[in-house]
């Protein structure tokens, strides 16, 4: 959520970071709303002043033996009731007014970062480094696409799967259950070891949980809710995992804050049209490995590189190719101010794709959930800076293993650093 006091001082300033977007926003409506809102709280602090003035007059005047039923009493009484009934008009006008300023404001997405990169679209994103081109192989084009390649093999079943559920979900079998199992035990030992705190999360959250993070009202049709209990499906472990801290006052003591959480994530909408409908790379129910962070303002961009090489160690690890990519403010998530984007290499579809979105917030969340720090030793609080990335997408990473680690004679090779959670090398 965006600053009101920010909009307020210089709405010309923010509309035109806001315009980097190209998104069409417009805060006029809640500069005017603010403008009426401030109106009435003049008004309703200037009548509250002349009631209270009114009451020290009669006070006074009675103190002086002045008598209660004067006409003189009367007539302030009378004036003070005025006031009274006037305060008790304006007040719930005052409240309907902040409501719509703050309905708005959940509708408008951050803020690009000054060193977010102008574009329209993804195809002006800019690559920043890319990884392992000597692990491609030299064939992709002649390697099976993972979904054929697994379900030959017998690890990957999508038929069964819409069976009992409906498209776009999977069912592991065998060695292909174990290649999710080991993956997941491997990113969750790789994170602690690099300094983040493992928490197991609810996979269902409340409203105000979503609407903390920000897929709340934008994203609602896209998420799977439990309507009877006000419960949603997480879309990711971000949601719960930032809102452990929601309506908090943290010591700065306290930060840096690091966590990493093994989740399934649930998403109503599952990509384009006609896109990705078949394999692993755009299903309703996925698992997923999350890097949350809750840092000083003061190292927010120190510690977003390095949630980004977090995720990137993982890729190294497995030795699967990517690139990362800096998304330019037409691709940035309503959300964001910053955001990477790992790509690993998929020789199916010929090219880098999404494994993973790392992205910094600044204090667009906390505001939304009330999530400040405070000090040592100060007075007042701040707001949290907070981050996340996936740490990765699971299935996406299985996806990029069973292709480019395909071998002549139809079996899968096993990273390395995979074979002693497997006990075996090939698939």
């Given at each position: 959520m965006l600053d009101i006091k920010k909009i307020r001082e210089n709405p010309t300033a923010m509309q035109a970071q806001l315009d980097r977007r190209q998104g069409g926003f417009s805060l006029?409506?809640?500069?005017?709303?603010?403008?009426?809102?401030?109106?009435?709280?003049?008004?309703?602090?200037?009548?509250?002043?002349?009631?209270?003035?009114?009451?020290?007059?009669?006070?006074?005047?009675?103190?002086?033996?002045?008598?209660?039923?004067?006409?003189?009493?009367l007539a302030l009484k009378e004036q003070g009731t005025q006031f009274k009934q006037q305060l008790s008009e304006l007040e719930p006008q005052e409240k309907e007014i902040q409501q719509q300023i703050y309905n708005l404001l959940l509708q408008i997405p951050n803020i690009p970062?000054?060193?977010?990169?102008?574009?329209?679209?993804?195809?002006?994103?800019?690559?920043?480094?890319?990884?392992g081109d000597e692990y491609i192989p030299a064939n992709s084009a002649?390697?099976?696409?993972?979904?054929?390649?697994?379900?030959?093999?017998?690890?990957?079943?999508?038929?069964?799967?819409?069976?009992?559920a409906q498209s776009r979900f999977v069912t592991l079998f065998g060695a292909g259950a174990a290649l999710e199992r080991a993956l997941i035990s491997?990113?969750?030992?790789?994170?602690?070891?690099?300094?983040?705190?493992?928490?197991?999360?609810?996979?269902?959250?409340?409203?105000?949980?979503?609407?903390?993070?920000?897929q709340l009202p934008k994203f609602a049709e896209e998420s799977f809710r439990c309507a009877e209990d006000d419960l949603w499906l997480i879309p990711t472990a971000e949601v719960p995992v930032t809102n452990l801290y929601r309506g908090e006052i943290l010591d700065s003591s306290q930060l840096p804050i690091w966590h990493c959480a093994y989740t399934p994530c649930f998403r109503r909408e599952a990509g384009s049209a006609g896109r990705d409908t078949r394999g692993l790379i755009r299903l309703h129910?996925?698992?997923?490995i999350e890097l949350v962070k809750f840092v000083?303002?003061?190292?927010?961009?120190?510690?977003?590189?390095?949630?980004?090489?977090?995720?990137?160690?993982i890729l190294e690890a497995l030795q699967l190719p990517y690139r990362t990519m800096e998304l330019c403010t037409g691709d940035l998530g309503a959300n964001a101010a910053k955001c990477y984007d790992l790509e690993v290499w998929l020789p199916s579809a010929g090219k880098y794709r999404e494994i993973s979105s790392?992205?910094?917030?600044?204090?667009?969340?906390?505001?939304?959930?009330?999530?400040?720090?405070?000090?040592?030793?100060?007075?007042?609080t701040q707001f949290i800076h907070t981050l996340n990335g996936s740490g990765l997408a699971v299935g996406r990473t299985m996806a990029a293993i069973i292709e480019n680690y395909q071998q002549p004679d139809g079996s899968i090779g096993i990273p390395q650093v995979l074979q002693s959670y497997l006990g075996r090398e090939t698939l």
């Open positions: 006029q409506p809640i500069v005017e709303l603010d403008k009426q809102q401030k109106a009435i709280e003049a008004t309703r602090s200037e009548l509250q002043a002349r009631s209270n003035e009114i009451g020290k007059t009669v006070g006074e005047k009675m103190q002086a033996k002045v008598a209660p039923n004067s006409p003189e009493i970062s000054a060193s977010t990169p102008d574009g329209a679209s993804e195809a002006e994103n800019v690559e920043v480094r890319r990884w002649e390697l099976l696409p993972h979904w054929e390649i697994g379900e030959k093999i017998g690890i990957l079943n999508f038929e069964r799967s819409a069976k009992i491997f990113m969750l030992d790789r994170q602690t070891k690099a300094g983040y705190t493992e928490v197991s999360p609810p996979a269902l959250v409340n409203s105000a949980s979503l609407t903390a993070t920000g129910q996925f698992n997923k000083h303002p003061d190292t927010s961009e120190d510690e977003h590189q390095k949630l980004v090489k977090d995720a990137e160690a790392c992205s910094n917030f600044y204090d667009f969340q906390a505001r939304r959930a009330d999530l400040r720090f405070r000090e040592v030793g100060k007075k007042g």
